[in-house]
């Protein structure tokens, strides 16, 4: 499995904005899927942004329009560009990568906090 290594969460007032960095210990510019999970207190973890391979991308509805999803194959770095953030966003935010024929990678998450 690919090692992943997430950074840039931290706390912010809402309005604000943060980039997270998903740093992969290999190639990753042939995955499957590539994305961002985010787990709030007492709560399921849960879907926030996916690119496809073919280029694609989902939001969950929550996020439309604030986040966006983007990855540098040759830095090996998936990237959640954030603004507008509101304290329902706070959350550990986790990535995740899927290569073909190998079980999904799971970083160890960065937190992220929106409170004034």
């Known amino acids: 499995q690919v090692q992943l290594v997430e950074s840039g969460g931290g706390s912010v007032q809402p309005g604000g904005s943060l980039r997270l960095a998903c740093a992969a210990s290999?190639?990753?510019?042939?995955?499957?899927?590539m994305g961002w999970y985010r787990q709030a207190p007492g709560k399921q973890r849960e879907m926030v942004a996916i690119?496809?391979?073919?280029?694609?991308?989902t939001y969950a509805d929550s996020v439309k329009g604030r986040f966006t999803i983007s990855n540098d194959n040759a830095k090996n770095t998936i990237f959640l560009q954030m603004i507008a953030l509101q304290p329902k966003d706070t959350g550990v935010y986790y990535c995740?990568?899927?290569?073909?024929?190998?079980?999904?990678?799971w970083g160890q998450g960065t937190q992220v906090t929106i409170s004034s």
């Open positions: 290999s190639s990753i510019s042939d995955s499957v899927f």
């Open positions: 995740n990568v899927v290569l073909p024929g190998r079980a999904a990678s």
């Open positions: 690119l496809s391979g073919s280029g694609g991308t």
